[in-house]
């Protein structure tokens, strides 16, 4: 219509609705409008407002009329105003309608009112009611309470202590879809791992082969790692006074080192005996397991000689010559490059077989 000089577009029916993307934008009135402080529901203008930023925009708007011709059998219905939609109102002709046609029964069959034809506004606030209380009240989260058996609450309680959990409608902590999903990626993740362990007995050297088993070869290349740098040391010192003899007095610490510490009060974890060698340097000497060890290492030593050097060589050795070190390197490498590829999951305080079992029994669907 012309109107103070101008033409300005009259929406006179449902279907000029419909057909808003054709409209060029040059002749809407405004390309955004507040989604607050105009005289329409804010509850429907949030609807509207996909990207949540307070403001509607052609393509949002457009979204909205697409949506009415999918699900709408008469757009002229938007034009009558109140709170009731008569079921045949619903467009049944595409997929989207059909959905929201049977969506519209089950939620008069939840009300209480299975033969009717028309939907209300009260029907869907009594919808709210009903369902908040139910355990299973289509929010898309599944408490503990709601399931049908104690193995899936337990299971429920597992992804919820392991990946977390969401509160549904009610505030009940529980389960939806996305962490459900997480955890059993992360289960077959770390299951996968475990097997390449089983599939490769030279990963974990130090527990039964074809086993799930994995916490004495962790232990073993956790202290292994813990002196590795020092005990490389060690021998390199060793083999530079066999190259020059006179080599041996300049690496090992002067005695005035010692004097200077006369006065203080001395801990074995400080820093600066930590620095000193493990052991005293000498030509070619072996590594000694049980004494004349620097104090600040005695412990991490003492423990690679029980978590590696007796497991791997047998018997209980007092040294470690340095062809014996390189061959527990050698047989260890495996196993630690395995263990640095560990899955990134928060399921490992889970028992190996209790995972397995779980990606087995069909627990996941």
């Not at 509207?48 to 909205?64: H, Q, S, W, Y």
């Not at 519209?104 to 506004?121: C, M, N, W």
């Not at 992804?159 to 529980?174: C, E, F, P, S």
């Not at 390189?326 to 560990?342: F, G, T, V």
Request: hydrophobic letters at 45%; a negative charge; one cysteine or more.
């Amino acid at each position: 219509m012309r109107a103070g000089g101008v033409d300005q577009v009259v929406i006179r029916n449902g279907a000029d609705i419909v057909n808003l993307e054709h409209l060029d934008q040059k002749l809407w009135v405004a390309l955004a409008c507040p989604t607050r402080g105009i005289e329409i529901d804010p509850r429907t203008l949030d609807l509207i407002d996909t990207d949540n930023d307070g403001r509607i925009r052609p393509p949002e708007l457009i979204a909205v009329s697409r949506w009415v011709r999918e699900h709408v059998a008469d757009p002229d219905q938007l034009m009558q105003g109140g709170d009731a939609v008569a079921l045949s109102a619903i467009n049944t002709s595409t997929e989207a309608g059909q959905a929201l046609q049977a969506e519209a029964r089950a939620l008069l069959q939840v009300v209480g009112r299975p033969d009717e034809q028309t939907i209300t506004l009260a029907d869907l606030m009594r919808r709210t009611e009903v369902l908040s209380g139910l355990g299973l009240n289509g929010d898309g989260v599944v408490p503990e309470a709601a399931a049908d058996d104690p193995g899936t609450a337990a299971l429920i309680q597992q992804v919820i202590d392991t990946v977390g959990g969401v509160a549904d409608r009610n505030g009940k902590l529980g389960v939806d879809q996305a962490h459900a999903e997480l955890f059993f990626e992360q289960a077959q993740a770390l299951q996968d791992w475990r097997q390449r362990a089983v599939d490769d007995p030279a990963l974990t050297p130090l527990d039964p082969a074809g086993t799930l088993a994995e916490s004495r070869s962790r232990a073993a290349a956790a202290a292994l790692f813990a002196v590795r740098d020092k005990v490389d040391d060690h021998f390199l010192r060793c083999r530079l006074a066999d190259y020059d003899r006179t080599a041996a007095d300049a690496l090992n610490p002067p005695a005035e080192i010692y004097r200077a510490w006369t006065d203080e009060l001395l801990k074995a974890d400080t820093a600066k005996l930590a620095a000193l060698p493990l052991a005293t340097s000498a030509a070619l000497r072996p590594l000694p397991l049980k004494a004349q060890l620097n104090p600040a290492w005695a412990a991490r030593i003492d423990a690679l000689r029980s978590a590696v050097v007796e497991p791997l060589l047998g018997g209980s050795p007092d040294t470690l010559s340095e062809s014996d070190w390189l061959q527990i390197k050698i047989r260890m490498q495996p196993c630690s490059d395995w263990l640095a590829a560990r899955p990134d999951t928060l399921l490992d305080a889970l028992p190996p077989e209790a995972l397995q079992a779980l990606l087995a029994d069909g627990s996941a669907a």
